[in-house]
C-alpha cells in the first residue's frame, strides 16, 4: 500500500485525486470508504464530511476546487515530521512559466502558469501549505527579462533567490519539457540574487511577444512593437495587449 491513502466514496474526488497523486510519482492506494487503512499509511485523503465522521488526525477533507491543495497539505504530514527542511522552487522562465517544488530533495509537485505574478502567487500559496525551515527560489537565466521580472516580483515578497545557469538543466531535453526543467533548475545549486534586476527587453523578445500574440489571437492581430515592449516588462498582460491593438484597428 501506497504512503497516501484516498478512502472516499465520491468516485469523481478519488479520481482526481489518485490522478494528481500519481502526476506527481506519489505511492498512493485507494481503498473503499470503510476499509481499514494499512500500516504504511501516513495520510489519507476524503471529503470533508467523511474526515469528520472518522474524527481521525490523519485525514484530510478534500472537495474538487481544492485537490492540488489538499495534496499539498498531505504531503506536508509525509515529508519529515510533516515538516520540509529545505523547500526549494525551481522556475523555467518563459512565456509560461514552469514550476517545480522540492522538500528535502523529493519531488512534491509541478506546474506551468500563464504569467509572472501567477507564478509567485502559487510560490506563496504553497509556502503557507507546506511546512519548511527554509525557502529558496531558483530561476533559470533563459529568457533574461522574464526571468529578472520573477526574481524582482520574489525579492518585492521577501523571498531569497538564485539564478542557475540553464544550460547545466537541459541536457537530454526535449524543446517544452518546462515542468523537467523546472524540477532540474529546483536541484541545482545557483548563485544569489539580492538586487532588483534590469528589466529591458531584446529585440528578439519583444519579436517573440508579437509572434505568441498572433496566436493567442488566433491570428487576428499582431501587436505593435510598443505594446510587446510593455508585455515583456508587465505593465501589460497579453491579453490586454491584444484588446488595445484591436481597438486601434476599430478605429
Aim: with cysteine; glycine share 10%; aromatic share 4%.
Amino acid at each position: 500500500m501506497g504512503e497516501v491513502v484516498v478512502r472516499t466514496a465520491d468516485f469523481r474526488l478519488a479520481y482526481r485525486l489518485l490522478a494528481g497523486l500519481k502526476a506527481r510519482r506519489i505511492r498512493c492506494a485507494h481503498l473503499e470508504r470503510d476499509a481499514s487503512l494499512p500500516p504504511s499509511a501516513l495520510v489519507w485523503l476524503a471529503t470533508h464530511e467523511e474526515v469528520e465522521a472518522a474524527a481521525d488526525p490523519l485525514g484530510i477533507g478534500a472537495t474538487l476546487e481544492s485537490v492540488e491543495s489538499a495534496i499539498d497539505q498531505a504531503l506536508r504530514f509525509v515529508a519529515k515530521g510533516g515538516i520540509v527542511k529545505d523547500l526549494t522552487f525551481g522556475i523555467d522562465p518563459g512565456p509560461r512559466p514552469g514550476l517545480a517544488w522540492v522538500g528535502d530533495g523529493r519531488v512534491l509537485g509541478t506546474a506551468q502558469f500563464e504569467s509572472v505574478d501567477a507564478t509567485v502567487n502559487r510560490i506563496c500559496k504553497l509556502s503557507e501549505d507546506i511546512g519548511h525551515t527554509s525557502l529558496t527560489v531558483r530561476i533559470g537565466d533563459g529568457s533574461r527579462t522574464i526571468s529578472n521580472r520573477l526574481a524582482n516580483v520574489c525579492l518585492a515578497r521577501g523571498l531569497k533567490v538564485e539564478r542557475v545557469d540553464e544550460r547545466r538543466t537541459s541536457r537530454g531535453l526535449q524543446r517544452n519539457q518546462h515542468h523537467a526543467s523546472a524540477t532540474r533548475i529546483a536541484q541545482m545549486k545557483g548563485s544569489p540574487v539580492n538586487h532588483k534586476q534590469p528589466v529591458v527587453p531584446t529585440h528578439g523578445e519583444i519579436k517573440e511577444v508579437q509572434r505568441l500574440s498572433r496566436r493567442v489571437s488566433g491570428g487576428q492581430v499582431t501587436i505593435s512593437q510598443r505594446l510587446a515592449q510593455a508585455v515583456a516588462v508587465g505593465r501589460l498582460s497579453m491579453e490586454e495587449a491584444i484588446g488595445r491593438q484591436l481597438q486601434r484597428l476599430s478605429y
